[in-house]
């Protein structure tokens, strides 16, 4: 696991120097779900004589991963072919959110869609729902039931879109206090006021998203910004009177440290400036960036220093598996000109998108009496990864041909607060 403190410069490689034990242990008390410590085996099982042990071996723990931006209800949209931004939401997404109005679909959606992150190692997620304010409820009773640290919303959005999936700025601000009362702060669950974007929502509308950040000071704040080309232009037909895109928000009292903004690809100097003295976060969204053809992120050489999350975006993205995002976000970064070390692609999946949700006092990293949220990961999981780690000298370059090659093959099991919530069957154990 990783550690820094939060005034780590991020663009020192010695912010990201790794707590690595080649022969680790992790202690953890069952009944209140925390790490009780974590080290070397051999002191860490002198401390705790008797306790019961589970061994993996040629396995690496790590604490889970974290996505800082995904829509629950677009699994239905993932990989549709051929559309941009704006085009892609009206053709496929809007018509497929608007089944979210039946809550058994709802649920049986959000079970599937739990069950895939734990199945590609992510234990938290700040998540999108639809319009409807049962998707939030079905998503949060699947969530709760599976005691996973979850942060969603329910999206405000009353304008250019279908008629079945808008509310209003009345119905908006009543559902989602209603929802926050219902969830926020109940077991694990967070709660996060949701414009979908500026596009759709009135002025009228972003005031009562402000105005609920007044009222509830601990909730989050989701939304996008500054994606796409196309979009961007339309919000400054919509916003005549604002400098820019990002001016929308701030006008609205969007900004701050329990903001997190989806993509950030087009910004100025000006909008990075703000991003950075307001505390907000931005969200990179690696293979959505790639697939809806927005552009290229600069998660390096700021012109201001603002603090980024890894993000999945399905269904713009293309992978649940945190693993690819990084692969992808690589990529991205050599166009860019620069370079996604290992460590700090791994620091920034879990202490990093922890501190990025405001969580890292309790995820992300293996801190005593941080919750028990890990992944057990097997580097080896596929013949061409054993054949590429056999090659493999150091931890980093074990870390990296597991960033570039894995996927949700590579974790073996997934707990969170210390229960296991996902196990990967062998082909041993299948052909037994
Ligand atoms: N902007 C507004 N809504 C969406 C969405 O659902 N996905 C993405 N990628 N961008 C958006
Ligand atoms: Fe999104």
Redesign the pocket.
């Known amino acids: 696991h990783y550690t820094a403190s939060s005034s780590a410069d991020l663009s020192s490689t010695h912010a990201f120097q790794p707590h690595y034990f080649p022969d680790g242990a992790l202690a953890i008390d069952t009944d209140s779900g925390r790490v009780v410590a974590c080290g070397d085996a051999e002191s860490v099982l002198a401390n705790y004589p008797g306790i019961e042990i589970k061994t993996y071996d040629n396995a690496l723990i790590m604490p889970g991963m974290i996505d800082t931006h995904i829509?629950y209800p677009?699994v239905d949209v993932i990989a549709s072919y051929g559309e941009q931004?704006l085009d892609?939401?009206n053709n496929y997404?809007f018509p497929a959110e608007q089944a979210f109005a039946d809550e058994q679909y709802a649920a049986a959606t959000a079970d599937f869609f739990l069950d895939e992150l734990a199945r590609n190692g992510t234990t938290t997620a700040l998540v999108?729902g639809t319009v409807h304010p049962q998707s939030v409820d079905a998503f949060f009773s699947a969530s709760h039931q599976r005691n996973m640290r979850m942060i969603c919303g329910k999206v405000m959005m009353d304008r250019n879109a279908p008629h079945a999936l808008c509310d209003t700025a009345d119905s908006s601000l009543t559902q989602s206090r209603e929802l926050i009362e219902r969830w926020h702060g109940k077991g694990r669950q967070q709660y996060a006021v949701t414009p979908?974007?500026a596009?759709?929502s009135t002025r009228e509308q972003l005031e009562v998203a402000g105005q609920l950040l007044k009222e509830y000071p601990t909730v989050t704040l989701q939304t996008?910004l500054a994606?796409?080309l196309d979009?961007i232009a339309f919000v400054e037909e919509l916003f005549p009177e604002r400098a820019s895109y990002l001016d929308v928000y701030d006008y609205y009292g969007l900004l701050g440290p329990r903001s997190v903004f989806?993509?950030g690809v087009h910004l100025t100097d000006t909008d990075y400036q703000r991003l950075s003295e307001s505390g907000s976060h931005l969200a990179f969204?690696p293979t959505?960036n790639l697939f809806?053809g927005?552009g290229l992120f600069r998660l390096h050489k700021q012109p201001h220093p603002v603090s980024v999350g890894l993000a999945s975006?399905v269904?713009?993205?293309t992978s649940m598996s945190m693993l690819q995002t990084l692969s992808e976000a690589y990529k991205i970064c050599q166009l860019n000109g620069t370079s996604l070390s290992a460590h700090e692609a791994f620091y920034r999946v879990t202490q990093g998108n922890a501190q990025v949700l405001g969580l890292d006092h309790c995820i992300g990293s293996f801190n005593s009496g941080n919750e028990a949220d890990f992944i057990v990961l097997d580097l080896n999981a596929t013949p061409l990864m054993q054949r590429r780690q056999s090659t493999c000298h150091t931890i980093e370059e074990r870390l990296f041909a597991l960033m570039v090659l894995g996927d949700d093959r590579a974790i073996a099991a997934t707990f969170v607060a210390g229960q296991c919530l996902y196990r990967k069957v062998s082909n041993k154990e299948l052909s037994n």
Do not use: K, P
């Open positions: 829509h677009q931004l892609w939401l997404t999108f979908r974007f596009i759709t996008h994606e796409n979009e989806a993509h969204c959505s809806l927005s975006d269904g713009g993205g």
